[in-house]
């Protein structure tokens, strides 16, 4: 099952909001589009690599709800 507007491929679900993520801290490093589930599996990868990685170089991890809606239109 995938939604086709989701860059994952964890998703519960082939209609559904699908959210603007970023993938970095710096505007520039670009963005995921992601539905709820693979939202939630992308910042539980974040969370554990987080623990690998220095400070400077971490993954924000974020909450669904203060992300935009992505809009294909």
Same mark, same amino acid.
């Given at each position: 099952? &995938?939604?086709?507007?989701?860059?994952?491929? &964890?998703?519960l679900?082939e /209609?559904? @909001?699908? @959210? /603007? /993520?970023?993938?970095?801290?710096?505007?520039?490093?670009?963005?995921?589009?992601?539905?709820?589930?693979?939202?939630? &599996?992308?910042? =539980? $990868?974040? &969370? =554990?690599?987080?623990?690998?990685?220095?400070?400077?170089? =971490?993954?924000?991890?974020?909450? $669904?709800?203060?992300?935009? /809606?992505?809009?294909?239109?």
């Amino acid at each position: 099952m &995938h939604n086709p507007n989701c860059d994952g491929e &964890h998703c519960l679900s082939e /209609v559904g @909001k699908v @959210k /603007v /993520v970023p993938i970095g801290a710096n505007p520039d490093s670009g963005n995921l589009l992601l539905c709820r589930g693979c939202f939630f &599996h992308e910042m =539980q $990868w974040r &969370h =554990q690599r987080n623990r690998e990685l220095e400070p400077s170089a =971490q993954f924000p991890v974020l909450l $669904w709800e203060e992300l935009s /809606v992505y809009d294909p239109e």
